[in-house]
């Protein structure tokens, strides 16, 4: 089993592969996360089946105070139908195999502002170093800034904006992590609101990808980029 040591400020916590000893403390701190959303939309809890099946896989991090779990991220091995999300990004039936999904992250509101996302991500990523996936996926709710911006920084692109998950509106994100570059850009580059969801379903169809967000006169922005 993988540890870390994760710095908070001035203080360092431990952080962890989870196992399913650690179930009631991961459904605790997503109960305690749902609570505190101001938008019950911008997550999409998991079940405590879900949560089993990625602790399977040995594909759960967690940083812990103490005894007490204070943030968790959760990769997951999607089920094998239509609304796998490699057809999302326009794979084959043979390559979903191939896909793994970075699911839920959920922090303690008492740690926020830490950067807590990112560390996780990056010990997630370390744990999929020598697996055989070849694609990691996600969804994002639009408006979720703090997730989009996480997926972002990790070298994801929005490749499609659909309804998933009982018909919620979700930016598609993917990554290849086999070491392969997979996208080559042309020099046009579009600005979109991030409300004006029919020109950016437009874009992404014609094979744009959506690779960075920004805020301007209180309109935020994603910037899409053409595909050769």
């Given at each position: 089993?993988?540890?870390?040591?994760?710095?908070?400020?001035?203080?360092?916590?431990?952080?962890?592969?989870?196992?399913?000893?650690?179930?009631?403390?991961?459904?605790?701190?997503?109960?305690?996360?749902?609570?505190?959303?101001?938008?019950k939309?911008?997550?999409?809890?998991?079940?405590?089946?879900e949560?089993?099946?990625?602790?399977?896989?040995?594909?759960?991090?967690?940083?812990?105070?103490?005894?007490?779990?204070?943030?968790?991220?959760?990769?997951?091995?999607?089920?094998?139908?239509?609304?796998?999300?490699?057809?999302?990004?326009?794979?084959?039936?043979?390559?979903?195999?191939?896909?793994?999904?970075?699911?839920?992250?959920?922090?303690?509101?008492?740690?926020?502002?830490?950067?807590l996302?990112?560390?996780?991500a990056?010990?997630?990523?370390e744990l999929?170093?020598?697996?055989?996936?070849?694609?990691?996926?996600?969804?994002?709710?639009?408006?979720?800034?703090?997730?989009?911006?996480?997926?972002?920084?990790?070298?994801?692109?929005?490749?499609?904006?659909?309804?998933?998950?009982?018909?919620?509106?979700?930016?598609?994100?993917?990554?290849?992590?086999?070491?392969?570059?997979?996208?080559?850009?042309?020099?046009?580059?579009?600005h979109?609101?991030?409300?004006?969801?029919?020109?950016?379903?437009?874009?992404?169809?014609?094979?744009?990808?959506?690779?960075?967000?920004?805020?301007?006169?209180?309109?935020?922005?994603?910037?899409?980029?053409?595909?050769?």
């Amino acid at each position: 089993m993988k540890e870390w040591i994760v710095s908070l400020g001035e203080k360092e916590y431990p952080a962890r592969e989870l196992t399913k000893d650690n179930i009631e403390q991961i459904l605790a701190l997503q109960d305690i996360v749902l609570q505190n959303l101001d938008n019950k939309e911008f997550l999409q809890p998991l079940t405590k089946e879900e949560f089993e099946d990625s602790l399977e896989h040995r594909l759960m991090v967690g940083v812990f105070a103490g005894e007490e779990l204070i943030a968790f991220r959760t990769l997951a091995i999607p089920a094998m139908d239509k609304h796998h999300l490699g057809y999302d990004i326009g794979l084959s039936e043979e390559q979903l195999g191939d896909v793994v999904y970075q699911e839920i992250t959920n922090v303690h509101p008492t740690y926020r502002g830490y950067g807590l996302q990112r560390k996780l991500a990056d010990l997630v990523m370390e744990l999929m170093q020598d697996s055989t996936y070849i694609y990691i996926c996600a969804t994002v709710a639009p408006f979720n800034f703090a997730s989009l911006k996480d997926k972002l920084s990790q070298g994801m692109v929005i490749k499609a904006l659909k309804r998933k998950y009982d018909n919620m509106l979700r930016y598609i994100f993917y990554k290849r992590i086999d070491g392969n570059d997979f996208i080559t850009f042309g020099e046009k580059e579009l600005h979109m609101k991030m409300g004006d969801i029919e020109e950016q379903q437009k874009l992404l169809a014609a094979g744009w990808v959506g690779t960075s967000i920004f805020q301007k006169d209180e309109e935020w922005f994603v910037v899409y980029k053409e595909t050769l």
